[in-house]
């Protein structure tokens, strides 16, 4: 018998699990952290919704716990790394709620653009009042879309059905994909410039965490409308206040907010917000569906050891794992220091498996490629069970070829990756069948280790240029442990690539860009996804 407890209430969907005898679903809803940590000793499955945050403390009191269940999209409520650590699976259900997410963005902007609350306030207060919520219409006006996966390619079908003019900022789509279906692909800049309503659809990460601030806001037209139905830390929630009282922001649609339940009230108190408790999944069929497909999902994994919609497990047995893990972590890692360097949408990625390499199942290397590949780019957990679709969903055309011979190696893996603004190619091997490096990038030769942190830099082959980089990364305390240089020409351009052992931060990086001579400079980090 399977112990799996349920931290929200609402059982709908999950007939199935109910109904199989080798479970017990125990519903003990929303616990305080310190009662979660207790409770979580004595289960083998746990199924949440974002009513918890399952963090390292807690994976850490579990003591038999294999699997997480997420019923819903974002795992961010899940410290991932310290589950995996520990062996359970961590599964969710991505797309249930796809539909729902977008209908809500669209009420939401609907709502914003006719005053609906509080002419619903009005007359709920007797008040007849025609004059003061003259609204606009959608009809001609411009949205920008920062984010253009499932959710946001919803929001842009039903507003071009509207006669909206769509634009979209998303670093890695499919630009041809999106022109197919309407939309522009445009720069952030852009996005800020011309559009009159701004909805977010991207993860919450790094690159997006704080990205909506009083800076950006400036950039904005005068009287933009900003709907916010991703994640709360995206927008930073004073600098949008202020925003809004200062006319520059005409109003803000927010169902996602930095704290959940808030603890700062001071967006939500502020006129002309229209504001919703995290709903945007809250639909009877987003939740049905995604319930019908967990209870599977869990039955599948405890009565069959079937993994499926995992986020942090890789889909191989264990065997077969253990014999191609070195070349699965060597075209893991290629892909994923070609997703950190790459720039625009991914168009097209071109594999070839020379020597060795062909004496396995590509496919299943394709994939690890595909997981190092997209994993910096999305914020789900991709891994080999769906790299392979969230790379078709994005369009990316994928050709492999298998090739006996490896030249002067005796295993050669080579990734082509085309972008609507760069291609990029990389060549790696493994010395020994256990000394991986890399050995060509762009047709230079290089010997870089696929592992740890490295800066990249495209600078002028010219004396004095990599004695500046030295100083700015010496200065900032930032230790070298290896330096890579290749060039076709000397006194042209170069690539310079350097081991470090601390991590590089963006202001170091914007340093490095003031070097007269440096062209571009990234900061790439190569570990066990
Ligand atoms: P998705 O993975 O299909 O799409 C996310 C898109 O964002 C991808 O195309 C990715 O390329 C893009 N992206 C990544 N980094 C970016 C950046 N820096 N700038 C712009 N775009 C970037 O996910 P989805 O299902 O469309 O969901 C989008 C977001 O909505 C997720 O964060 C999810 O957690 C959230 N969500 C909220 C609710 C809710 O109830 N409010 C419901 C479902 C999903
Ligand atoms: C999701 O990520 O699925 C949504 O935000 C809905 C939710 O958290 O319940």
Same mark, same amino acid.
């Given at each position: 018998?399977?112990?799996?407890?349920m931290?929200?209430?609402?059982?709908?969907?999950?007939?199935?699990?109910?109904a199989?005898?080798? $479970?017990?679903?125990?519903?003990?809803?929303?616990?305080?952290?310190?009662?979660?940590?207790?409770?979580?000793?004595?289960?083998?499955?746990?199924?949440?919704?974002?009513?918890?945050?399952?963090?390292?403390?807690?994976?850490s009191?579990?003591?038999?716990?294999?699997?997480?269940?997420?019923?819903?999209?974002?795992?961010d409520?899940?410290?991932?790394?310290?589950?995996?650590?520990?062996?359970?699976?961590?599964?969710?259900?991505?797309?249930?709620?796809?539909?729902?997410?977008?209908?809500?963005?669209?009420? *939401?902007?609907?709502?914003?653009?006719?005053?609906?609350?509080?002419a619903?306030?009005?007359?709920k207060?007797?008040?007849?009042?025609?004059?003061? $919520?003259?609204?606009?219409?959608?009809?001609?006006?411009? @949205?920008?879309?920062?984010?253009?996966?499932?959710?946001?390619?919803e929001? !842009?079908?039903?507003?071009?059905?509207?006669?909206?003019?769509?634009?979209?900022?998303?670093?890695?789509?499919?630009?041809?994909?999106?022109?197919?279906?309407?939309?522009?692909?445009?720069?952030?800049?852009e996005?800020?410039?011309h559009?009159?309503?701004?909805?977010?659809h991207?993860?919450?990460?790094?690159?997006?965490?704080? @990205?909506?601030?009083?800076?950006a806001?400036?950039?904005?037209?005068?009287?933009v409308?900003?709907?916010?139905?991703?994640?709360?830390?995206?927008?930073?929630?004073?600098?949008?206040?202020e925003?809004?009282?200062?006319?520059?922001?005409?109003? !803000?649609?927010?169902?996602?907010?930095a704290?959940?339940?808030?603890?700062?009230?001071s967006?939500?108190?502020?006129?002309?917000?229209?504001i919703?408790?995290?709903?945007?999944?809250?639909?009877?069929?987003?939740?049905?569906?995604?319930?019908?497909e967990?209870?599977?999902?869990?039955?599948?994994? $405890?009565?069959?050891? *079937?993994?499926?919609? !995992?986020?942090?497990?890789?889909?191989?047995?264990?065997?077969?794992?253990?014999?191609?893990?070195?070349?699965?972590?060597?075209?893991?890692?290629?892909?994923?220091?070609?997703?950190?360097?790459?720039?625009?949408?991914?168009?097209?990625?071109?594999?070839?498996?020379?020597?060795?390499?062909?004496?396995?199942?590509?496919?299943?290397?394709?994939?690890?490629?595909?997981?190092?590949?997209?994993?910096?780019? @999305?914020?789900?957990?991709?891994?080999?069970?769906?790299?392979?679709?969230?790379?078709?969903?994005r369009?990316?055309?994928?050709?492999?070829?298998?090739?006996?011979?490896?030249?002067?190696?005796?295993? *050669?893996?080579?990734?082509?990756?085309?972008?609507?603004?760069?291609?990029?190619?990389?060549?790696a091997?493994? $010395?020994n069948?256990?000394?991986?490096?890399?050995?060509?990038?762009?047709?230079?030769?290089?010997?870089?280790?696929?592992?740890?942190?490295?800066?990249?830099?495209?600078?002028?082959?010219?004396?004095?240029?990599?004695?500046?980089?030295?100083?700015?990364?010496?200065?900032?305390?930032?230790?070298?442990?290896?330096?890579?240089?290749?060039?076709k020409?000397?006194?042209?351009?170069?690539?310079?690539?350097?081991?470090?052992?601390?991590?590089?931060?963006?202001?170091?990086?914007?340093?490095?860009?003031?070097?007269?001579?440096v062209?571009?400079?990234?900061?790439?980090?190569?570990q066990?996804?």
């Amino acid at each position: 018998m399977y112990r799996i407890l349920m931290t929200y209430d609402n059982m709908e969907g999950l007939d199935a699990l109910i109904a199989n005898k080798n $479970f017990k679903i125990e519903i003990h809803n929303k616990p305080s952290p310190e009662q979660f940590k207790e409770l979580i000793k004595d289960y083998d499955g746990l199924l949440i919704r974002s009513e918890v945050k399952v963090t390292s403390d807690i994976i850490s009191a579990a003591g038999k716990l294999k699997f997480i269940g997420r019923a819903g999209t974002g795992v961010d409520n899940v410290d991932k790394t310290a589950a995996t650590q520990k062996g359970i699976v961590v599964a969710n259900v991505p797309g249930g709620n796809t539909i729902s997410a977008a209908e809500h963005t669209i009420g *939401l902007m609907l709502a914003l653009a006719r005053n609906i609350p509080e002419a619903h306030v009005s007359l709920k207060s007797k008040k007849w009042d025609r004059k003061n $919520f003259v609204g606009t219409e959608l009809f001609g006006k411009t @949205l920008g879309l920062i984010g253009l996966g499932k959710i946001g390619f919803e929001v !842009a079908k039903r507003c071009l059905s509207f006669g909206m003019k769509v634009i979209a900022y998303d670093p890695f789509v499919n630009v041809e994909l999106a022109k197919n279906n309407g939309i522009e692909v445009k720069s952030l800049e852009e996005i800020y410039q011309h559009s009159d309503y701004i909805s977010i659809h991207s993860p919450l990460n790094d690159s997006t965490k704080g @990205l909506i601030n009083s800076e950006a806001i400036k950039k904005m037209k005068d009287s933009v409308r900003i709907i916010n139905c991703a994640r709360g830390p995206i927008v930073n929630e004073h600098d949008l206040s202020e925003a809004i009282k200062s006319g520059k922001v005409k109003g !803000a649609a927010v169902d996602v907010f930095a704290k959940e339940p808030p603890e700062d009230w001071s967006l939500i108190e502020t006129n002309n917000t229209v504001i919703t408790p995290h709903l945007a999944a809250s639909t009877e069929e987003a939740q049905v569906k995604i319930a019908l497909e967990m209870s599977e999902v869990i039955i599948d994994f $405890f009565t069959k050891g *079937l993994v499926r919609n !995992a986020v942090n497990v890789p889909a191989v047995t264990w065997e077969v794992y253990k014999k191609m893990m070195p070349y699965m972590d060597l075209v893991l890692k290629s892909g994923s220091f070609q997703g950190q360097i790459s720039e625009g949408g991914i168009e097209s990625v071109e594999l070839e498996y020379c020597g060795h390499f062909s004496d396995f199942n590509t496919s299943v290397l394709t994939v690890s490629y595909l997981q190092g590949l997209l994993s910096p780019l @999305l914020d789900i957990k991709v891994n080999s069970v769906n790299a392979f679709t969230l790379a078709k969903e994005r369009g990316i055309k994928i050709k492999e070829s298998i090739i006996k011979d490896s030249g002067d190696y005796l295993n *050669l893996f080579t990734a082509k990756v085309k972008t609507d603004k760069s291609e990029i190619s990389i060549s790696a091997t493994l $010395f020994n069948d256990k000394n991986p490096r890399i050995v060509n990038i762009n047709d230079l030769n290089v010997d870089v280790s696929p592992i740890g942190g490295k800066v990249v830099i495209i600078n002028d082959d010219r004396p004095g240029v990599i004695g500046k980089i030295g100083a700015v990364l010496g200065d900032s305390n930032v230790n070298i442990a290896g330096m890579n240089v290749g060039r076709k020409d000397s006194g042209k351009s170069a690539l310079t690539i350097i081991e470090v052992d601390n991590v590089v931060s963006n202001e170091i990086l914007k340093e490095l860009l003031k070097i007269q001579g440096v062209q571009k400079a990234k900061y790439v980090v190569l570990q066990l996804l």
